[in-house]
């Protein structure tokens, strides 16, 4: 079955760094865009960063110059290295995994907590 496992969240100082982890299995993880989302209590799920399968990468205004996505094939793990991380950073971070070929086949990780605090 397909798997998406997040890891690397935590609890950072403002201006502080992470770097967060998603290891899939299950699927041709080169085949596939994957991309970072992320909810805040009472929010929407807004889209954070994601890669095409080729490596262009696009990125929310929000987090443009301090978040960097990026992919390992080899190792069927995508990244998100977080810099000059703010409290309104803090939400839970979903990993996705996304193509279509005639239809949309698309999966989500559980999530990994990330909380911005002094």
């Known amino acids: 079955q397909v798997q998406l496992v997040e890891s690397g969240g935590g609890l950072v100082q403002p201006g502080g760094s992470l770097r967060l982890s998603c290891a899939a299995s299950?699927?041709?993880?080169?085949?596939?865009?994957m991309g970072w989302y992320r909810q805040a209590p009472g929010k929407q799920r807004e889209l954070v960063a994601a890669?095409?399968?080729?490596?262009?990468?696009n990125y929310a205004d929000s987090v443009k110059g301090r978040f960097t996505i990026s992919r390992d094939n080899a190792k069927n793990t995508v990244y998100l290295q977080m810099n000059s991380l703010k409290p309104e950073d803090t939400a839970v971070y979903y990993c996705?995994?996304?193509?279509?070929?005639?239809?949309?086949?698309?999966?989500w990780g559980q999530g990994t907590q990330v909380t911005v605090s002094s």
């Open positions: 299950g699927i041709i993880f080169s085949t596939y865009a």
């Open positions: 890669i095409t399968s080729g490596g262009s990468t």
């Open positions: 996705n995994g996304k193509k279509f070929f005639i239809r949309t086949y698309e999966y």
